[in-house]
Structure formats: C-alpha cells, structure tokens
C-alpha cells in the first residue's frame, strides 16, 4: 500500500507565521531604508529579474494543488492518465510551504543585512543569488525530505524531457514540458540573474571609491546582458525541447498531427529571435516582423488549444469540417459557459504573454511579474482541461459504452513507441478492445498497478 503525503505541518505553518511578522517588523522600524508598502514588496517579489523565478515556482505549486484537487472533485482518477499513483494535494502544498519559508528566511537575513550602516557586501544580491542556490539544492540534492519519491520522478522526467529525441515521451512527459514554455522567462531572468552577478562581483574597484549601490549598478549592466545571445537561447530552450519531443513521437508513430504540433512550437522562435533582434538593431521592419509572428504564434497555439489539447469541438464527417459544438462529456462542469469562459481567458493571455514575454512590451519590475503570473495561472487552468480530455479521450469509453463518440487522437507514445491515442470514432469496437488493453485499472486485477504502457506516463510517476 502506497504511504500518502501528510497534511500540512503545523510547524511549517508556525514558521511561515513567525517570518511573515519578522519581515513585516523590520518593514515597519527599518532606519536605514523608508519604505513604503510597493517597495518592500517589489524588493521581495518583482524588482528585477532576481526576484521573480523562485515566486513562480511556489505559485505553480500552488497551481498543481489545485489541479489535483479539482480533478479529483470531478471524478477524475488521475492514475489513469498520468499512468500512476498520483499524490494529494496537500504534497505540493506542503513543498510550495517548504519553499516559502525558505525564501522568507533568506529575504529576512537580506533586510537585516541592509540595516547595518557602512556595509559593501551587496546583501540584496547576495540573497538573491542565494536563494536561487538554495531551490536548487532544496529540488535537485537526492535526501529524504520534502517528498523525495515525487521529486525524483520529476526530476527524472524533466532530464528524459531535456534529452527528447532519445528519451521517452509520454503524457506525463508532455505536461511537464509544456509547464517550462510558460517557464520561458524565468529561464531567461536566471541568464540574467548570472550576468548581472557575475559582472558586479567581479568590477574592479579602487580602495577609496565610493560605494555604489547594487540596483545602479544592476540598471547599467542590464543592457548588456539582456542583448547578449544567451538570453534568447534559454528562453527558446523549452520550445526547443517540446519541438523535439513531437519529432520523435513522429519517428514513431508517423502521425502528420505530429509535425502540425511540432510546426507550432516551431512559430515561437521567429519570435524570439525578432524580440531580440529588435532591442540589439531597432528598425520599423523588425518591428513590424514581431508583431506578425506574435500573431501566427498565439493564433496556431489558441486554435491548438481549442481542438486538440482540450477537445472542445467535434468533429463533424458529414460536412467535413469542424463545427462549432461542443462535445457532451463535460467532467469539471456540465455548464458550457464555463468552456468558452476559459477559450476568452486562454485567447487574451496567449496574445498578451507573447507580446510582453518575448519583448513588445516595456513590462519590467512588477508589469513582467504580472504578465508571469498570469502565464502560470494560464498554464494551471489549461492542464485541468487538458487532463480532463485526456480522460474522456481514453478511459470514459472504456467504462461507459461509447460507441459512436468522436475522439481526436493525442500526441503521446510509450516508452516502446507504441501509439496509445490513436481512438477513432469509426473503430469504435476495436476502440474498446484497444482502451481495455491500453488502460489497464488497479479494479481490472485485484491489487495491479496502473500500467505504464498506456501511452502515458510510467507507473512510477508521483506528482
């Protein structure tokens, strides 16, 4: 029997508590610094590229409870999808809880730092460049706490993902992919976190020269690492790894759907390459050229969304064509006010993001933060549906006799190469037959493990 994570820890919450009013106490009787409320919270929150991808990471935590929680609420079994025993929600909670207390306590010795007069040890970047070090150890070093079995297993997929022409691509694998592209600015702000440090610690300064503060020098030396080539690379990086993940599905499985949805993630690097293109050369034509690829690539990744990751509408063989209908098998709710709620909010975000994440915008500090956050928000709300109609793609028709639903095929293979989606409504029977195969359910043996050879994730995944 599989040991479930604890509910959150009354001690974590203590000290979540404890630092919160700590921080607030050196806000308030600081000596040194006057700050008002928006300062003290851009320091710790959204100033600059620093401070802004260990808060996304806790809020996708925070994003993946929820997902968890909603799923199971509709009567989703998430096993059957992401191939394994799936934890609660309160497991990302209580690391998302972890996480923050660790970016309390370093933000805490930052601000005492900061009071002491006559001090040229820079601790505002000190601690940022700290707390960076510190998730990576706290995620990445193998110890036994904080959930190490679920950590592993992301850990291990995202490394599967970052070698995808040669590892394998499953459902599980697709997730956590698309999650990084929302992370694409976060992989650029920590390139820039590196230059920017890098170049402080190592200026050469006379014994006698005056101190000059850190935010000064971060605003002369920012030009130049945002325009340095590294930039543009890290942020096309999670495309580039989705782009090869669909590659290899194609190598196996010789589904043209495959190269349409390489071809999409495709359309992000046109628009990378034009967002830096245009800061390091400015000309109406490059500007002009961005917008245009803005637009082809939040267009093909919307209509995406709609019709393969979601499912939303059916199609219709008679006309031969897509009609605007949506389909019945609706689990997180029956009403279809909610469905086009979410298309409106995917459609202004996907637009939005792209304009201001990939340079169209002079959205830095708290704008970019916002933009981000959202991103987040966005990517939350597209992987509940989008494991919604992983479910009612492959395991409603094999519980509730289906026979004539309409099913768009998906974009992941096994570890073997073996096509798991390809479910069409002409083949409904075999459909059944190939599903009751495919799909295995912890009821179909009487103590069996899902399978991992569903086209999804293997059986050992935990988050």
């Known amino acids: 029997m599989l040991r479930q994570a604890s509910p959150l820890g009354t001690r974590e919450l203590v000290l979540t508590g404890v630092l919160v009013k700590l921080l607030m106490a050196v806000y308030m009787f600081s000596h040194v610094h006057s700050y008002t409320l928006y300062k003290f919270l851009a320091k710790l929150l959204w100033k600059n590229a620093a401070t802004r991808p260990p808060v996304l990471i806790v809020l996708i935590l925070l994003g993946w409870s929820w997902v968890v929680r909603t799923c199971n609420r509709a009567g989703m079994e998430l096993e059957l999808v992401l191939g394994g025993p799936t934890k609660p929600p309160a497991m990302a909670l209580s690391c998302a809880l972890v996480l923050t207390n660790v970016f309390l306590f370093i933000h805490l010795l930052h601000l005492l730092g900061s009071e002491m007069p006559g001090q040229t040890w820079r601790p505002w970047l000190v601690a940022n460049a700290a707390l960076h070090g510190a998730y990576l150890l706290v995620i990445c070093l193998p110890h036994r706490y904080l959930h190490a079995d679920a950590r592993g297993s992301l850990l291990r997929t995202a490394w599967e993902s970052l070698v995808a022409p040669f590892g394998p691509v499953t459902f599980w694998h697709v997730i956590v992919a698309d999650y990084a592209t929302s992370l694409a600015k976060a992989f650029a702000d920590f390139q820039l ?15 006698d020269a005056p101190y000059v503060r850190t935010t000064l020098l971060w605003e002369q030396l920012h030009p130049a690492c945002v325009d340095s080539p590294f930039n543009p690379l890290l942020l096309a990086l999670p495309f580039w790894v989705r782009l090869w993940q669909c590659l290899h599905v194609y190598s196996q499985t010789k589904e043209r759907k495959n190269l349409w949805n390489a071809l999409k993630y495709s359309t992000a690097f046109p628009l990378i390459y034009l967002g830096w293109h245009r800061r390091v050369v400015p000309s109406q034509t490059a500007s002009r050229l961005f917008v245009l690829a803005a637009v082809v690539n939040s267009s093909y990744t919307f ?11 059916q199609w ?26 979410l298309a ?47 479910y009612v793609a492959k395991v409603l028709p094999r519980g509730s006799g289906l ?61």
């Open 193 to 207: 976190m590196l230059c920017e440090t890098y170049s402080i610690a190592t200026l050469p300064t006379a014994a």
């Open 303 to 313: 209509v995406w969304d709609i019709l393969m990751d979601w499912g939303m509408l």
């Open 316 to 341: 219709d063989k008679e006309r031969g064509c897509w009609r605007l209908s949506m389909r019945e098998q609706r689990l997180i709710s029956p009403r279809m006010s909610v469905y086009f709620l």
């Open 344 to 390: 409106l909010f995917n459609f202004a975000l996907r637009f939005l993001w792209a304009m201001a994440v990939f340079g169209a915008m002079p959205t830095r500090g708290h704008g970019m933060f916002f933009f981000e956050a959202m991103e987040i928000a966005r990517r939350t709300v597209w992987a509940v549906f989008r494991i919604e109609w992983e």
């Open 403 to 463: 026979a004539g639903y309409s099913v768009v095929d998906k974009d992941t293979i096994s570890e073997s190469g073996e096509d798991a989606s390809l479910l069409h409504a002409e083949r409904s029977a075999s459909a059944h037959e190939m599903i009751s195969v495919l799909v295995s359910s912890p009821k179909d043996k009487a103590g069996a493990r899902p399978s991992s050879h569903t086209g999804t994730v293997s059986a050992d995944t935990d988050l």
